[in-house]
């Protein structure tokens, strides 16, 4: 079975530009969340989508946004980026609330 | 608010010796335990986990506990190797959310 993929793995963004990712999701998994990894704040919750609707949302400005379609998959969206949004951005999927969580191996965004 | 803390930070232990990572919740609604090991450029792994309703599990050289009534929970593992080493992040989830809350991490080495 395949695991979570994440596209791309790498970015380089510059300042006041916006970015968005991909997360596919395990077959059958219809949770995707969305954490925010950097080393000074460590894995920090974004966002969390079941059946394309979000339940959860964790304490970031409104510039993070994210969206999940029909077939689980979902993205993720930064808009007027800045240099501390650099971090490596994590998707993690699961069959629902009670069930294991599985992560994807990340994408690295740099802003310079 | 909700708060996982991790300890310890760094934990250096010779091939063979045992690692114990601990870690103290602050919400007492959370009913799921898991931990992650995550290498060097990939994402987090689900190596154990641990369920409210029990106070121990474990899985080859890996053990889990879990004391309700402290809000304590911690990794054991035994007849440490190598490739054990990476950091090793604790979590917490409520029932009815997919929020995690993560611990800081513990970066584990394993001296040869």
């Known amino acids: 079975k395949a695991g979570v993929t994440q596209t791309p793995r790498y970015l380089i963004k510059t300042r006041g530009q916006q970015v968005t990712l991909s997360c596919s999701p395990i077959s059958g998994h219809r949770s995707v969340s969305w954490y925010q990894q950097t080393p000074g704040q460590g894995l920090q919750f974004l966002f969390e989508y079941f059946s394309e609707t979000q339940r959860n949302k964790g304490n970031f400005p409104g510039r993070f946004s994210g969206r999940q379609f029909s077939n689980s998959r979902s993205e993720m969206n930064v808009s007027t980026l800045e240099l501390g949004d650099s971090a490596l951005y994590l998707c993690?999927?699961?069959?629902?609330?009670?069930?294991?969580?599985?992560f994807g191996p990340g994408t690295r965004l740099t802003v310079t | 608010g909700e708060n996982v803390e991790q300890h310890p930070s760094t934990l250096s232990v010779q091939e063979g010796d045992s690692a114990v990572i601990k870690c103290t919740y602050s919400?007492?609604?959370?009913?799921?335990f898991p931990w992650y090991k995550q290498e060097l450029g990939k994402g987090p792994q689900l190596i154990i986990d641990?369920?409210?309703?029990?106070g121990e599990k474990k899985d080859q050289r890996i053990a889990v506990t879990l004391n309700k009534t402290a809000k304590h929970f911690s990794l054991h593992i035994t007849e440490t190797q190598p490739e054990d080493s990476a950091v090793y992040f604790c979590?917490?989830?409520?029932?009815?959310?997919?929020?995690?809350?993560f611990g800081t991490g513990t970066r584990l080495k394993v001296l040869a």
């Open positions: 641990i369920r409210s309703n029990v």
């Open positions: 993690a999927s699961s069959y629902g609330f009670e069930y294991e969580q599985y």
């Open positions: 979590a917490a989830k409520s029932p009815g959310t997919y929020k995690y809350i």
């Open positions: 919400d007492s609604a959370s009913n799921y």
